[in-house]
């Protein structure tokens, strides 16, 4: 490494995810500050993202901030930041054409 340069970069230091008791996850990759309550399978859970009770997301990459409300079952589905999914939404998409929600968006 180089002496006298320093590294620049932003600390996010959060709390662990909370798994609620009737949470299940499997076979998925969950960062830190994430609030869970449903199931989580096959997917990516980006950093201070809330699963609702009763919400099943599978095979989905949600990104950061984003929060499903409660009984919202998610398949083949990408969130960009800050998505907000209110309750007994369905969505789903297919594993070549995964439906994509943009920056924000409330549904």
């Not at 180089?2 to 609620?20: E, F, H, L, Q």
């Not at 096959?42 to 919400?55: H, Q």
């Not at 930041?81 to 309750?87: C, P």
């Amino acid at each position: 490494g180089v002496r006298n340069r320093p590294i620049y970069t932003k600390v996010r230091n959060s709390a662990p995810t909370y798994y609620s008791p009737e949470a299940k996850v499997k076979n998925s990759l969950i960062a830190d500050g994430c609030q869970i309550f449903g199931e989580v399978e096959n997917s990516i859970i980006f950093r201070g993202v809330k699963i609702g009770r009763g919400t099943v997301v599978k095979n989905s990459i949600l990104m950061q901030g984003t929060i499903t409300g409660e009984n919202v079952y998610l398949n083949c589905v990408i969130t960009d930041k800050n998505v907000v999914i209110s309750d007994r939404k369905t969505l789903s998409g297919c594993a070549t054409l995964p439906y994509f929600i943009q920056k924000g968006t409330r549904l």
